[in-house]
């Protein structure tokens, strides 16, 4: 039998689908495909829902400040420094704005005036279908925190804006969310 890719495919056939693994937040898929050069393979996919990530600027006498959280990360068994970043699985129909505005208050208690979407990224293409938008969110207010049970362990650490990269070119920093969003928002011109 001949499978013939559907357009803009990249020359890729799915030939079956099941999923191997689902719970709340994940959804892990083997395909079977027909690779464009006619060969047989597997392909697992890791299903997840849309993020946000927000870089959160405050202005004071000093020159632009951060926000940013240390959170300890179970699959890779150590604390990370982090933006604040999330997702939704309960509200699949909110808006990224909202999403942001939402994660940005359940993490660190701030309330932002202005949230800016400076775009789109994928998380890791090679493996998930995952994709989330990064947001500078400027305007702030301190409130108070309101995490979840899963997020208990977080600290947040205002810092400048040169110490933050440094701690990107360091390596004090290492999720690529992170230094991805920085990335997308300096290159805007918003920092």
Not at 50 to 61: A, C, R
Not at 90 to 99: F, G, I, K, L, Y
């Amino acid at each position: 039998m001949t499978h013939s890719p559907p357009p803009d495919a990249g020359g890729y056939a799915t030939i079956s689908t099941r999923t191997a693994y689902e719970n709340p937040w994940t959804r892990v898929r083997e395909d079977i495909i027909i690779r464009p050069n006619g060969r047989q393979g597997l392909y697992g996919v890791v299903e997840r829902g849309d993020f946000v990530v927000i870089l959160p600027l405050w202005e004071g006498p000093d020159g632009p400040r951060v926000t940013l959280i240390r959170q300890y990360r179970y699959p890779i068994q150590k604390r990370m420094w982090e933006l604040p970043m999330g997702m939704w699985e309960n509200s699949p129909d909110a808006t990224p704005e909202d999403v942001a505005r939402g994660e940005l208050r359940e993490e660190t208690g701030l309330v932002a005036d202005c949230m800016r979407d400076a775009g789109l990224m994928y998380q890791g293409a090679g493996y998930t279908t995952q994709k989330g938008r990064a947001y500078l969110a400027t305007g702030l207010r301190q409130g108070p925190h309101q995490r979840e049970d899963t997020e208990e362990d977080i600290t947040c650490h205002t810092v400048t804006l040169p110490e933050m990269q440094e701690m990107i070119i360091d390596g004090r920093i290492t999720c690529m969310v992170t230094i991805a969003a920085f990335g997308l928002i300096r290159a805007r011109g918003w920092i």
